[in-house]
């Protein structure tokens, strides 16, 4: 079998049109209504109208294709902001980066737009994630029925952004294709192979 590594590219930007917010908003509901059941129907709150909707956009050819990742940050005084809401499609989890970068967006977004504290009420099962990020626990607590820890970031660690709209592009794990099974499949998309 010869294989060769195909690496999947994200970019983590401000959701700046209709479709990707739609796109993040359902997979909020996708990850917190239907697989954490943590709220009926929806997830929206008194913060969505103020909060700033941040994505993670995979591309085809150079074009946005679809979101798979989201967080969103809202100020909550004038140079404190807090983050919730992060939540990565369950299809593209094991790409490794998507949650990190998120975050890492979030934090550096409200650095450039003024902040002096930045803070998120994180599951319990993500602690590990955020401290290698350089977070801190403050305290813990029940959040939705699930155990959660109260988290400031270290913003010494998070640099002011430029282009902050845009964002920055991360790279996924390297995946193992099967070159017979992508000639293939190149041979459909190019109609040489129909699925009739």
């Known amino acids: 079998m010869n294989v060769i590594r195909e690496n999947h590219h994200f970019q983590v930007k401000w959701a700046t049109s209709d479709w990707e917010l739609t796109q993040a908003h359902r997979i909020r509901n996708a990850v917190f209504c239907i697989e954490q059941e943590m709220f009926d129907g929806h997830d929206f709150d008194e913060h969505d109208g103020e909060a700033y909707t941040l994505v993670a956009v995979t591309h085809i050819a150079g074009m946005p294709e679809k979101v798979v990742g989201t967080v969103r940050i809202h100020r909550i005084s004038e140079r404190i902001w807090y983050g919730s809401r992060l939540a990565v499609d369950k299809a593209f989890r094991r790409e490794g980066v998507l949650g990190a970068a998120l975050i890492e967006l979030a934090v550096r977004s409200a650095v450039t737009l003024g902040c002096d504290a930045f803070y998120a009420t994180v599951q319990k099962r993500n602690e590990k994630l955020f401290?290698?990020?350089?977070?801190?626990?403050?305290?813990?607590?029940s959040a939705f029925g699930k155990p959660h820890v109260a988290m400031s970031a270290d913003l010494s660690y998070y640099p002011i952004l430029s282009g902050m709209e845009d964002g920055f592009w991360v790279e996924g794990r390297?995946?193992?294709?099967?070159?017979?099974?992508?000639?293939?499949?190149?041979?459909?998309?190019v109609g040489e192979e129909s699925y009739a």
């Open 174 to 189: 390297s995946l193992r294709v099967d070159t017979k099974v992508l000639n293939q499949l190149s041979r459909c998309w």
């Open 131 to 141: 401290r290698k990020l350089n977070w801190i626990a403050t305290q813990s607590c």
